[in-house]
């Protein structure tokens, strides 16, 4: 008794968990304990195994699992002899294996619906972008001509599922690249070949007694994420556009007072907008309308967690209730009928939490599926039909809501929305599309750069608050951030993707730009897969003209401050390999090995112009992130903001 009180005693206020108000008040409502959550289940697990957290436990074979101390004769290799750097480069590049396995399936997914839409065997989806169509067909080689949009799409189905059992030459996508980075990967032989085949790789180089060389296993993990990057992601993107149409700016509501207590609340959650934009188009039907007005609702409420949040903000404007580490406390609420899941970032304790609140928990996909849990199979053929099954079992729940609801009355508008198309049309209006006013920002200084900052959650670290101040610090020193992910959701909840945020927290040169083209200084560019979009936008920066002539010459950076999933490690391997300086707060799996950690943080940057970094404290890592913009403004010549000088005739002449 006395020591479950210390136990209570010592659980963290929830101002101390997260900076963002609605969740800070659903875990005050949780202080007796009633549920766990992830926040608790985080604090139990301290003290956490040093071995693991820093990369140097090995259990790839029988004969471990072998915990390497390094200084230490005897312990200082593993049972085969590998050493402390074979070892976290080994556990690293798996890493990215299953980082770069999970996007590029999600890519898969969406060429083989694209396939089945074009060949006429789906039919509730349709080509949403024929421009988009047109414009991927070109990229892939495909012939356009006058021949039928769903023949054309067919033919971009079939070539990018090809591109994942490709076993020889490279990647299609690659040629979207400035030619000097495509040059740096030929060279480096990183250049990927097919997407599975570079995965399947890293399995096999890592397995006991395989690859040893710290480089050559660092170097097919850099090969690998650009598959993801520069292939399975974009292919997910570029496909997700054709099929559901290409985002273009759009107002949306965000956070837990989105969840509306008069009416069916259905919470889509997971990766994949397959499912999810089918139940968004279910929910408007009549039929289901009817349906929840039959057990006395209002109608239907679809709200977002995590990246399918992110999927249907962008396209209908539904609003993201929360990210990642939010999903059990949106259940507490005691206001979700029905808790909708795909695949990734999903926790298996949602049937468990369910259960006190009267929460449906639903999986979808035949490959991720959960004890407690309904299952209803997500049938591409009979889409609507799925999704409107699905959506009835959260009707069903309506009424055996529990007694004890409460919902958060915080609600924040922003704008979300951003592609790359989009951008460039914001930029330089529909007849004259381009970077050149961001460009042309950049070179005089009222923009100083480019920061992406993305990624997960971590309860290791007070949830929102890395990203929140990171992000403050890059916007008062005139950096324009691009997000996606979790990362884009807590801006979003923190009003930084408003236009208004320009006058409260830019600099005064961000401001003015943000000000005169009525963009918000935190761009919300989508998902986790859509982190492919900000590898485009940079790519237009690139060939826009004025700032180098490839990636690592632009003053542009990458940060995922409270990073948790192998995805994020892909990602940042392959924003490092495409030559962008990227910096992970929380923790990094490498430490405890010196030689793997030098590579990744100094090699690489000789190698591709970037390099990894890692720096917990978030102003410090955006400091680090604008001495970085600041040497890139150097070598291009445009360090000292530039006054711009009219030239009279005299002038003239004297140039002349
Ligand atoms: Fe230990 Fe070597 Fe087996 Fe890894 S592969 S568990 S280091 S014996
Ligand atoms: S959902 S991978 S927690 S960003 Fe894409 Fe969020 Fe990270 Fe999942």
Sequence with gaps: MAEEKAKKKEKKQPQEQSACEATCEMLGENTGGEYVTVFDRSDSMEPRCKFGSDGVCCRICAMGPCRIIPDKPGKDRGVCGATVDTIAARNFIRMIAGGAAAHSDHGRAVCETLLEVAEGKSKDYTIKDEQKTIKVAMDLGIE??????????????????????????????????????????????????????EVVEIMHRTHMGVDHEVESLLMQGARCSLADGWGGSMLATDLQDI??????????????????????????????????????????????????????????????????????????????????????????????????????????????????????????????????????????????????????A???????????????????????????????????????????????????????????VVGCNNPKVKHDWAHLEMIKELLKNDVLVLTTGCGAIAAAKAG??????????????????????????????????????????????????????????????????????????????????????????TTFPTLGAQETTKYLFEKMDEKFGGCWAFEPDPIKAAQLMIARIDAARKKLGIDKARERVLFDMEKRRELA
């Design 394 to 452: 959260g009707v069903e729940m309506f009424k055996q809501r529990p007694a004890n609801v409460h919902i958060p009355q915080i609600t924040q508008d922003f704008v979300g929305g951003f592609s790359h198309e989009s951008i460039n049309y914001l930029l330089g209006g529909t007849f004259r599309a381009s970077y050149k006013p961001l460009n042309d920002n950049i070179i005089n200084g009222l923009i100083r750069g480019v920061a992406g």
């Design 496 to 585: 930084l993707c408003s236009p208004e945020a320009a006058a409260k927290y830019c600099g005064e040169g961000l401001r003015q730009v943000c000000e005169t083209v009525g963009l918000p200084p935190v761009i919300h560019m989508g998902s986790c897969v859509d982190n492919s979009r900000i590898l485009i936008a940079a790519t237009a920066m690139v060939k826009e003209g004025g700032l180098g002539d490839d990636l690592s010459d632009l003053p542009a950076v990458g940060a995922a401050p409270e990073w948790m999933s192998e995805k994020a490690i892909s990602i940042g391997q392959y924003f490092v390999a495409s030559g962008v300086y990227t910096v992970f707060g």
């Design 144 to 197: 356009v001509g006058e021949r039928p949009i769903n023949e054309i799409a067919a033919d971009i189905a079939r070539a990018a599922l090809a591109e994942f059992g490709n076993q020889h030459g490279e990647l299609k996508y690659l040629s979207k690249a400035p030619l000097k980075r495509q040059k740096i990967w030929r060279d480096l032989g990183v250049a990927p070949r097919g997407i599975d085949r």
């Design 243 to 392: 099929l559901f149409g290409t985002p273009e700016p759009i107002i949306s509501k965000t956070n837990l007072g989105c969840i509306d207590p008069n009416m069916v609340n259905v919470i889509v959650h997971g990766h994949e907008p397959l499912l999810s934009e089918m139940i968004v188009a279910a929910s408007q039907s009549e039929d289901m309308i009817n349906a929840a007005k039959a057990v006395g609702a209002e109608g239907i409420n679809i709200g977002g967690i995590c990246c399918t949040a992110n999927e249907i903000l962008m396209r209908h404007g539904i609003p993201p209730i929360g990210n990642f580490i939010t999903q059990e406390l949106a259940v507490s609420t005691g206001a979700v009928d029905a808790m909708i899941v795909d695949v990734q970032c999903v926790f298996p304790s949602l049937p468990t939490i369910a259960k006190c609140f009267n929460t449906a928990v639903i999986t979808t996909s035949k490959i991720a599926k959960m004890d407690g849990a309904r299952h209803i199979q997500f049938d591409e053929h009979n889409a609507l039909a799925t999704a409107k099954k699905i959506i009835m």
